[in-house]
């Protein structure tokens, strides 16, 4: 199925990539606006727009997402890069995947600063991972050339989190969280992580439930889990962040409550910044509400104030800093 995509989606003009780093791949899916020779790819550097998932998806489920906020997309940057992380749901599903931390993000690290994206969407694991990188670029660490010298691109100018992890005000909300994370990999009927990963699960996902059930049952999963330490979490770290961010948090998420958003809104450093609440949907908004969340990014993304009607979907929540 997910080839048949890949072929579908290489005729409106996407083009796929492989990545590799070391014996493992990473995919890119990537669709650009101006054409080669054009000043811009030459002289100007090609505004892109990167979008890392979470845990198990596919770059396929942010797709729709973008296709719905695609005008809004277009004027502001010439080239969207969907990021398939190995052994997820996605084109390479079936390619072994990252079995720690430390492996993944000196992979995405590698891939973000050769891309060198103007703003970073990421969802859950992606925005914990948007959110280290832009860290990293706003302490001077990183983005290096292949010879290590430090090169002109200072990071993204914006992030776009949406229900991003990695941060929690005490040991107890982390502990919770962990502890929601081990009971997935625990639940045979998957009652548990379905409730977690949705508020209105979506009709079709019926027929992909055992797949997503199988992934959460993996040893190389659990293994990938397990290799989390205290160093990857962002409470020391976030201070360095420079980037513009937005944080998109959601009405009924188990997984990561909005508790959890509300300290993220108050540990965002002193950057412009827009904290927005999707209304009636869980952790995975793409999935249960793919028309309210682009109605969202079409919003920050053109830089325009709430339409009137914008009301019934979400709601602009007031800044800590």
């Given at each position: 199925?997910?080839w048949?995509?890949?072929?579908?989606?290489?005729?409106?003009g996407?083009r796929?990539?492989?990545?590799?780093?070391?014996?493992l791949?990473?995919?890119?899916?990537?669709k650009?606006?101006i054409?080669?020779g054009?000043?811009?790819?030459?002289?100007?550097g090609i505004r892109?727009?990167?979008i890392?998932?979470?845990?198990?998806?596919?770059?396929?489920?942010?797709?729709?997402?973008f296709?719905?906020?695609?005008?809004a997309?277009?004027?502001s940057?010439?080239?969207?890069v969907?990021?398939d992380?190995?052994?997820?749901?996605?084109?390479?599903?079936?390619?072994?995947?990252?079995?720690?931390?430390?492996?993944?993000?000196?992979?995405v690290?590698d891939?973000?600063?050769s891309l060198?994206p103007?703003?970073?969407?990421?969802?859950?694991l992606g925005?914990w991972?948007a959110?280290?990188?832009?860290a990293e670029?706003?302490k001077?660490?990183?983005?290096l050339?292949?010879?290590?010298?430090?090169?002109?691109?200072?990071g993204?100018?914006?992030?776009?989190?949406?229900?991003?992890?990695?941060?929690?005000?005490?040991?107890s909300?982390?502990?919770?969280?962990?502890d929601?994370?081990?009971q997935?990999?625990?639940?045979e009927?998957?009652?548990e992580?379905r409730s977690?990963a949705?508020?209105?699960e979506?009709l079709w996902?019926?027929?992909?439930?055992a797949?997503?059930?199988q992934?959460?049952?993996?040893d190389?999963?659990?293994q990938?889990?397990?290799?989390?330490?205290?160093?990857?979490y962002?409470?020391?770290?976030?201070p360095e962040?420079?980037?513009?961010?937005?944080?998109l948090?959601?009405?009924?998420?188990?997984?990561?409550?909005?508790?959890?958003?509300?300290?993220?809104m108050?540990r965002?450093?002193?950057?412009?910044?827009?904290?927005?609440?999707?209304?009636g949907v869980?952790?995975?908004?793409?999935?249960?509400?793919?028309?309210?969340?682009?109605s969202?990014?079409s919003?920050l993304?053109?830089?325009?104030?709430p339409?009137?009607w914008?009301?019934?979907?979400?709601?602009?929540?007031?800044?800590?800093r």
């Amino acid at each position: 199925m997910h080839w048949a995509a890949k072929r579908a989606l290489e005729a409106r003009g996407y083009r796929w990539e492989l990545r590799r780093k070391g014996e493992l791949k990473l995919g890119v899916l990537r669709k650009s606006w101006i054409k080669p020779g054009h000043k811009r790819s030459s002289e100007l550097g090609i505004r892109r727009l990167v979008i890392l998932p979470g845990l198990g998806d596919s770059p396929l489920s942010w797709i729709p997402v973008f296709g719905l906020a695609q005008a809004a997309v277009r004027r502001s940057y010439d080239e969207i890069v969907y990021v398939d992380f190995p052994g997820f749901s996605g084109f390479l599903a079936q390619e072994r995947s990252f079995h720690s931390m430390d492996l993944l993000l000196d992979a995405v690290f590698d891939l973000l600063d050769s891309l060198k994206p103007d703003t970073v969407l990421g969802h859950s694991l992606g925005g914990w991972i948007a959110a280290l990188y832009a860290a990293e670029c706003g302490k001077g660490v990183r983005p290096l050339s292949p010879s290590g010298k430090k090169m002109d691109y200072e990071g993204p100018r914006r992030m776009l989190l949406v229900l991003p992890a990695g941060l929690f005000e005490d040991q107890s909300q982390r502990e919770r969280w962990q502890d929601s994370i081990a009971q997935f990999m625990t639940d045979e009927a998957g009652a548990e992580w379905r409730s977690h990963a949705f508020h209105r699960e979506p009709l079709w996902f019926r027929w992909v439930a055992a797949d997503a059930r199988q992934f959460l049952a993996r040893d190389d999963v659990r293994q990938f889990l397990k290799s989390v330490r205290d160093e990857h979490y962002l409470d020391a770290r976030i201070p360095e962040i420079r980037s513009e961010t937005a944080l998109l948090w959601t009405e009924h998420d188990r997984l990561l409550p909005l508790s959890v958003g509300e300290y993220w809104m108050r540990r965002i450093p002193n950057t412009i910044h827009h904290a927005i609440l999707l209304k009636g949907v869980g952790h995975s908004p793409h999935l249960e509400n793919p028309v309210a969340i682009a109605s969202v990014l079409s919003r920050l993304i053109s830089s325009k104030k709430p339409h009137r009607w914008s009301s019934r979907w979400w709601v602009q929540l007031n800044s800590t800093r």
